[in-house]
């Protein structure tokens, strides 16, 4: 399935908290090997977040009041937007229904569950 960046990273803390859960055992082994595929790609997305912050920022820090912040929004916003393929399929809702989750971290699952 094609995910924008953006997406993935928005759902790592779901991800990490669904991955706290009892579920079956066949549920939570799909569930690690999403988990593994999710990590490589936001390792990869974090060296291009920390690359942008040492081009833009002074002394591995960029804040608002930086020269290049404008710049740096531009191409985060642009890295955020980057579509990339993530081979996984989807969790039945089914397989999930004793795990108890807020509608927050639902909304931001939506591209990893399946009614």
Do not use: C
């Not at 859960?21 to 988990?35: E, K, V």
């Amino acid at each position: 399935m094609k995910l924008t960046l953006g997406t993935i990273v928005g759902s790592q803390e779901p991800i990490g908290k669904l991955m706290t859960a009892t579920m079956p055992i066949s549920t939570a082994f799909r569930l690690s090997s999403i988990l593994k595929k999710v990590q490589g790609v936001l390792e990869t997305y974090d060296e291009n977040r920390k690359t942008l912050i040492e081009k833009h920022g002074k002394n591995g820090e960029i804040t608002p009041e930086s020269k290049n912040f404008k710049k740096f929004v531009e191409e985060m916003n642009e890295l955020l937007g980057t579509e990339t393929k993530l081979d996984v399929e989807k969790i039945d809702q089914s397989s999930l229904s004793k795990v108890e989750i807020a509608p927050a971290d639902l909304i931001a699952l939506e591209w990893l569950i399946k009614e």
